[in-house]
Each structure stands twice: as C-alpha cells, then as structure tokens.
C-alpha cells in the first residue's frame, strides 16, 4: 500500500499521475483540507500535521508514504526521515518531492536560470535553493512566492478573473530575469498548470510535477523491492480531513472519474 499525503487538493495533481503510470499498486490518498494551506503556517505545526498524517497513514496499511506537498516535504521531510521513522516505524519511508523535480532540471540540457513558484513557507525555507546548490550550484534560482493560490484553488476558483490577474502580477518578476526553466513549488498550481505555460510563452520550459515524481517513483520501486508489491485487484482510497462532497467535486474534475472520499479525523 502506497500513501499520498497532501495539505489539500493539489496532491491530486500528483496522484493522477502516479496511479496512470503504476495502476498497479493500492493507494490512499490524503488530504488535510481541513487545515489547508499550509503554506503559511509555522515549521512547528507543519511538523505536527505531517506527523499526524504518516501515522494515520502508516496505521492504515501504508509501507511508503509519497509527500504530495511541497511545503511539508520542505519543512517537515527531512526530520521525519532522520528521526521519526527510524524510532516508530523502522523499514518504512516517506519520500518528499523536492528532490525529485530538482533532480529533473539538473537533468535538462538548457536550465541555468530556474525559476521557482511556491508557498511563503517553502520560499522561506529555501529548501529548492538549497537542493540546487547540493546538485548544480551553476544553477541561477529565483524564487516567488504565491500566497493566494493555494486558497483560491482550494476554493475552486482557479478560473475565476481574480486568479488570473493574481497570476499575472506573481508571473510578472519571473518573466523580467529571462528564465528558461519554471517549477512548480507546490503541487496545487498543477491546477493552473496551462495558465501558466500560457504566461511564460514557448520559450521557457514549465516542469510537469506530476510526470516527474511518476517516473521517480517508478525508478524509486524498482531500486527498492521491500516497497514494490503491486497487487491483483488494486484499490484507491480517498481521505479529507475536510467537506468530502467538496473533496470528491474537486477529484472528479481532475481525476476525471467519480471517486466516494471520506471524512477522517487526524488526531
């Protein structure tokens, strides 16, 4: 059982992918709606959620939990990784999704000018700045952040007039420094992931989140068979710590199916 863990709804971004390139394995995703954004929210208390959301998820059958958030694998990964898991669940692991998107522009043959879209709490945190210079320190980042995105998603209005013209003035400071590269640092903005392509023109590569972390987690799997165990009959199962008609209206419009989500406490 694979766990995706998200503050929300952009998560989904990353699992639609996830389950089109491995359909082979059983998921439960997680949404913490109830407490989204995290974006601007203390370390402390994104340590705490997180925590609260590997427990639920590890007690639920989880061996590998994917961090579908970038603000929680900024803030809250690498404590879990050394510390947490090693005293309560030893074997198992949670894998962020930082590395793997910089890990992709390392790869490009064109990316000295990066630029990178994300939460206040993940700019701040300068996790992405940190992660570039550790694999590429020629590498120019420049960070921007977003604050009103991620409310505005969560409240279904990614294409409402006033997200476009918030787009527009946050896009703006990136297109003036002659970027060949964009990632997106918080996997709701896969919701406005043609807006921003659109923004940006044809000659500055928008990274697709979803595709990446996909691919990586296949690789992931096939480096570490203690987590690969696809099954016969393989399940998904949807969790929100919030309004799951709410939930399940925003999964049917990315996922493109209708999904049954349901309402979880995280204690």
């Known amino acids: 059982m694979i766990g995706v863990f998200d503050s929300g709804y952009g998560g989904l971004t990353i699992f639609r992918d996830i389950e089109k390139k491995l359909p082979q394995y059983s998921y439960i995703y997680l949404g913490d709606n109830a407490r989204a ?17 590997v427990d639920y998820l590890m007690a639920e059958g989880c061996q590998l939990i994917i961090f579908a958030c970038n603000t929680a694998s900024a803030m809250a990964l690498r404590k879990l990784q050394q510390e947490y898991l090693p005293a309560k669940y030893p074997g198992k692991n949670v894998l962020g999704v930082i590395r793997p998107l910089v ?32 694999l590429d320190c020629s590498i120019e980042v420049f960070q921007e952040s977003c604050p009103l995105l991620v409310p505005l998603i969560e409240a279904s209005r990614e294409n409402s007039p006033e997200t476009n013209i918030i787009l527009t003035e ?39 989140s979803g595709q990446i972390i996909a691919d990586k987690l296949a690789d992931y799997l096939k480096r570490h068979p203690e987590y690969n165990h696809p099954v016969q009959n393989p399940t998904q199962t949807f969790l929100t710590t919030g309004d799951n008609k709410k939930f399940d209206q925003a999964a049917q419009k990315f996922l493109g199916r209708a999904i049954n989500s349901l309402t979880i406490k995280l204690k």
């Open 37 to 53: 954004p995290y974006g601007d929210l203390s370390q402390k208390l994104i340590y705490q959620y997180s925590q609260k959301a």
């Open 103 to 134: 890990e992709s522009v390392v790869e490009l043959a064109q990316r000295s000018r990066v630029g990178v879209m994300a939460t206040a709490s993940t700019v701040k945190s300068e996790a992405y700045v940190n992660e570039f210079s550790h």
């Open 170 to 208: 946050y896009i703006r400071p990136l297109k003036r420094v002659g970027l060949d590269t964009v990632v997106l640092g918080c996997t709701h903005y896969g919701f406005l992931q043609e807006a921003i392509e659109k923004s940006f023109g044809v000659n500055v590569r928008v990274l697709r």
